[in-house]
């Protein structure tokens, strides 16, 4: 595996492969949904929003394609390892359908996410045993597409729709959020005006949209009421939000987050992903003044190269973003940062790898996400000169990875003895065996029972594993 793959990131990306998991509600004559999500986080509330919306049509979630009426595979198209997923996937969807129908019943196949939104018609013409194309604007149109299926045809729905899909999309039954857990993910903004030179999100997921005030507000205290205790907002580049607020006046994400700390019950708060130059000040003081905003960013750099930044139209040096992760420590000294890195774009010298290994021994991140850079047809960045050889890139990502996996170790082995509060998520593997989060997201676990899923206890580090803390309740 060449992609650096930690748990719980934004972007496990091409590598994630998650589920929507199953409602356990197998009434015998519901259809069966079984969705499966490639990608980053705004993929899986995207799966869950799909699920809600098919539940609104009588369709329960299964966790196996063996047992589904229909499929439905939530894409990335981040990198070309990640589009590749697909057509995978889709080659042993078709041998099932076969099967499927030469025994008289059916298989739906719907493809959804980015990379429906990049290939629309292409898909069919690849893999023409799909039936259903919907691109991630158009989820709430999902129902009359799935008529227009069962009706003999097939359907590609990627136009973006002028009507806000958020407003027409059924929020989860209290029912459902239950099942899901104590942590959710709240999307608040969805695709980016950055462009970047080496990313497809400005294309496959359109320019920045910013939901309400009004609508995030009722969505997160929904949630809460159903017992979420762990929120995070979520956007492609989410501290770029904005919206009028309560008093009338223009918000960022700094005034969203002091509102929702109001919410009764809400214990815990992060947002993902941010840019850089979006981090005004507002939100820089809610890191200093909300205890309930964990003290863990994800904020992505991709390089620490000045002439690599500008090539990236990332529009910041890699001076300026060490000094505003020190004006954060400043207010939140407990800040972990996670972050993301590209090696090997088009013009990557020897010397500019060596800035980024710089940048990381700066920073020092408790977890990261590394890439090689991987061209993607209609972006800037796979026209430049100079493309890096394949051998380079491996070779400076393992060396890369080296350093960030001894950075995730030190930050590990640095809570031992600490106490903190967990959350408790779920059982372990063994009797009695608790799973909790962390504030910095890291598992806990914890061996005897104590206390329920969505209880916050308090717990001292005892040890760490791989990925993950041995704790201990304190009393
Ligand atoms: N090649 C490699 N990595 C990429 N990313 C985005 N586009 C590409 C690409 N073309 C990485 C960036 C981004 C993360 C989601 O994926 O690091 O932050
Ligand atoms: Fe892509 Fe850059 Fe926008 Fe992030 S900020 S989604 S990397 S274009």
Known sequence: MTDQTLPHSQH???????????????????RKVFVKTYGCQMNVYDSQRMADSLAAEGYVT???????????????????????????????????????????????????????????????????????????????????????????????????????????????????????????????????????????????????????????????????????????????????????GDDGREWGLGELLYHLAEIPGIARLRYTTSHPRDMDEMLIKAHGDLDILMPYLHLPVQSGSDRILKAMNRKHKGADYVQLIQRIRAVRPDLALSGDFIVGFPGETDEDFEDTMQLVRDVRYAQAYSFKYSPRPGTPGADLPDHVEESVKDERLQRLQALLSEQQYAFQDSLVGTEMDVLLEKPGRFEGQMIGRSPWLIPVIIDNEQGEVGDIIRVRVISTGTNSLMAEKLA
């Not at 990306?13 to 509600?25: I, T």
């Not at 008529?147 to 973006?160: A, I, S």
């Not at 462009?195 to 009722?218: D, L, M, N």
């Open 62 to 244: 299964t966790d196996s394609a063996d047992d589904a009426d229909m499929v439905l595979i939530n894409t990335c198209h981040i990198r070309e390892k990640a589009s590749e997923k697909l057509y995978s996937a889709l080659g042993r969807l078709r041998n099932m359908k076969n099967k499927r129908q030469a025994d008289g019943k059916d298989l739906i196949i719907g493809v959804a996410g980015c990379v429906a939104q990049a290939e629309g018609d292409e898909i069919l013409r690849r893999s023409p045993t799909v039936d259903l194309v919907v691109g991630p604007q158009t989820y709430h149109r999902l129902p009359q597409a799935l008529k227009q299926v069962r009706e003999g045809r097939q359907v590609v729905d990627t136009e973006y729709a002028i009507e806000d899909k958020f407003e027409h999309l059924p929020v989860a039954t209290r029912e459902q959020v239950r099942k899901r857990g104590a942590s959710a993910f709240l999307t608040v903004q969805e695709g980016c005006d950055k462009f970047c030179t080496f990313c497809v999100v400005p294309y496959t997921r359109g320019s920045e949209v910013s939901r309400s005030v009004a609508q995030i507000v009722s969505e997160a205290t929904k949630l809460v009421q159903a017992g979420v205790r762990d929120l995070t907002l979520l956007g492609q580049n989410v501290n770029g939000w904005h919206g009028v």
């Open 12 to 30: 496990k990306a091409s590598d994630a492969e998650l589920s929507v998991n199953a409602s356990g509600n197998n009434l015998a004559n519901s």
